[in-house]
């Protein structure tokens, strides 16, 4: 299995101010063939189920701002919010889809407002 | 518009089954998969299985492996995932979710609550 580590498991952010959260898989998921890593970003507000946010590492789904951005390839990825809003508190998952047998979350990071 | 319409909550005795439906629409049904995941109270999410919607081709997270199945009915352009042998483990929000053939999991049900208690 594909085990996926984010860091930190929380952190606390003034409004305005920039959030990373890291992620770092076991394997690569990185695949070569198409140069594509497979990995997504979903935020979940409390009592909401979990928003798509960035897929293929990088791209941004239709209709999330642009405060939020993915980087990152291979085995580390990297979930930017550039400029903290009170709207943004909640918690962020990363997932890989890279297994063709079992897709697997990291455990989350709770981003809070300092 | 994209919607997910899961079924509403359960309370089952250790040991039954319990069965919980989604129904989707606002897409063609057999263009995407769906995927279960579940969210045990204050935890972090966990994937459970995928069925493609086009032809019926399942996988399944290996530590529920034998106790769940993923069906869908293309008539109804409903899911349904079928949980037996509950455990008092197994009480957590069941999301259903719109997956891509590359398992992008892009648009997620409610979520059910399944409470297993005795």
């Known amino acids: 299995d594909i085990v996926m580590t984010q860091s930190p498991d929380s952190l606390a952010v003034s409004l305005g101010e920039r959030a990373t959260i890291n992620c770092k898989s076991s394997q690569s998921v990185l695949n070569s063939s198409n140069n594509k890593n497979y990995l997504a970003w979903y935020q979940q507000k409390p009592g909401q189920p979990p928003k798509l946010l960035i897929f293929w590492a990088s791209t941004r789904e239709p209709g999330v701002p642009d405060r939020f951005s993915g980087s990152g390839s291979g085995t580390d990825f990297t979930l930017t919010i550039s400029s903290l809003q009170a709207e943004d508190v909640a918690v962020y998952y990363c997932?890989?889809?890279?297994?063709?047998?079992?897709?697997?979350f990291g455990q989350g990071t709770k981003v809070e407002i300092k | 518009q994209v919607q997910l319409v899961q079924s509403g909550a359960e309370v089952k005795k250790p040991g039954a089954s319990v069965k919980v439906s989604c129904k989707t629409s606002g897409y063609t049904f057999t263009t995407y998969g769906i995927s279960w995941v579940r969210q045990a109270p204050g935890q972090g999410l966990e994937w459970m299985g995928w069925i493609s919607a086009s032809n019926g081709n399942t996988k399944y997270a290996q530590k529920l492996q034998g106790r769940v199945s993923v069906t869908t009915d293309t008539s109804t352009t409903t899911a349904y995932m079928e949980l037996r042998s509950l455990r008092s483990d197994d009480t957590a929000v069941y999301y259903c979710?719109?997956?891509?053939?590359?398992?992008?999991?892009?648009?997620w049900g409610q979520g059910t609550l399944v409470t297993v208690s005795s």
């Open positions: 997932q890989q889809y890279y297994s063709t047998s079992l897709w697997t």
């Open positions: 979710a719109r997956t891509t053939i590359s398992g992008v999991l892009s648009h």
